[in-house]
């Protein structure tokens, strides 16, 4: 892990520590077992029975009826469940109904960011670049592969304006975002906006992935947090007898590790948010017992806690 802060002059702090910090060759073994740019989403759809997953259609309302839920689209069309999960990202529909006033809110991080796979400059480990222009993320990916996330201070949705802003930064970081110009799938531009609802379930509907806990990318963590959602909420629906609590049960199972990433983005992006001057000497200090810090307790599996105690 590299942290670099430009155009001061660099301070460079690279964490070496063999069993946490992400080296390149482990990385790049577990990318090349994916597809070319990791897992796709026609992949993932290539995994359940033709007409498991219907595209294309929204949820306008939910609710809940004896032993099930219901939820209705635009067309009027009405569905039935034992149990609905809204795995309906950041501006969830489903959410409205668990907690109908908790809205997402702008990262502490940055207002916005682009998110980008363009061709490898040649970094060999998860390494960012900071500076008064704003924030660059670089990440090994295939080989040949980059993934790119880049945050400016300039908040525009012109990706050559952003790019323009970066002119200081080394080659590499250059090299990175002209490739990403110039690639056939364009950069992606979206607002950095969290979530952190008090309540999760309500019933039969349970929130999972982005819809209950969206947080900005920092430690790279949306995703792993979803699938493990889906596993431990799986594991607890096994017991059809216990459907009207595995909203509850799931929560009390995910709550605390949830709660662990959240409180280590925050924390990262507070130092990020520093004054250029102050931030160029604090990230290095901080950055690599800060990774440590957040990922050593991942690094366990995402299992079954203990039993509350009983009153």
Not at 79 to 95: E, I, K, N, T, Y
Not at 115 to 122: E, K, L, M, Q, S
Not at 245 to 257: I, K, Q, V, Y
Not at 269 to 279: I, K, Y
Request: charged share 25%; with cysteine; net charge positive.
């Amino acid at each position: 892990m590299t942290f670099e802060h430009h155009p001061l002059p660099t301070r460079r702090r690279t964490d070496d520590t063999q069993d946490l910090g992400p080296r390149s060759r482990p990385q790049r073994r577990w990318w090349d077992r994916g597809s070319r740019d990791g897992g796709r989403h026609t992949a993932l759809l290539g995994l359940v029975s033709p007409g498991t997953v219907t595209l294309g259609v929204a949820v306008r309302t939910v609710r809940e009826v004896d032993g099930g839920t219901e939820v209705q689209l635009p067309d009027g069309t009405v569905h039935a469940g034992g149990v609905l999960v809204g795995a309906d990202g950041v501006h969830s529909v489903v959410r409205g109904h668990v907690a109908p006033r908790r809205r997402a809110r702008p990262s502490i991080l940055a207002p916005s960011s682009w998110r980008f796979v363009a061709t490898d400059p040649g970094v060999d480990c998860w390494v960012a670049w900071t500076g008064p222009a704003g924030t660059v993320l670089l990440i090994p990916m295939v080989p040949g592969r980059v993934y790119g996330w880049v945050s400016g201070r300039d908040e525009t949705t012109d990706f050559a304006r952003t790019r323009a802003l970066f002119r200081g930064f080394p080659e590499v970081v250059r090299t990175a975002l002209a490739a990403a110009e110039e690639s056939q799938d364009p950069p992606l531009h979206s607002p950095l906006e969290e979530i952190n609802p008090a309540v999760w379930t309500t019933g039969r509907v349970v929130l999972v992935g982005d819809a209950a806990h969206a947080s900005a990318p920092v430690w790279a963590q949306g995703a792993a947090l979803a699938v493990e959602d889906g596993l431990a909420l799986a594991e607890v629906l096994q017991d059809r007898d216990a459907w009207d609590r595995a909203g509850l049960e799931f929560a009390r199972r995910r709550r605390a590790r949830v709660e662990h990433v959240q409180a280590a983005t925050d924390r990262f992006s507070r130092t990020a948010r520093l004054p250029a001057w102050l931030r160029s000497v604090v990230a290095p200090l901080v950055g690599p017992p800060s990774y440590r810090a957040a990922y050593g307790p991942l690094r366990e599996p995402a299992g079954r806690p203990e039993p509350p105690v009983a009153p």
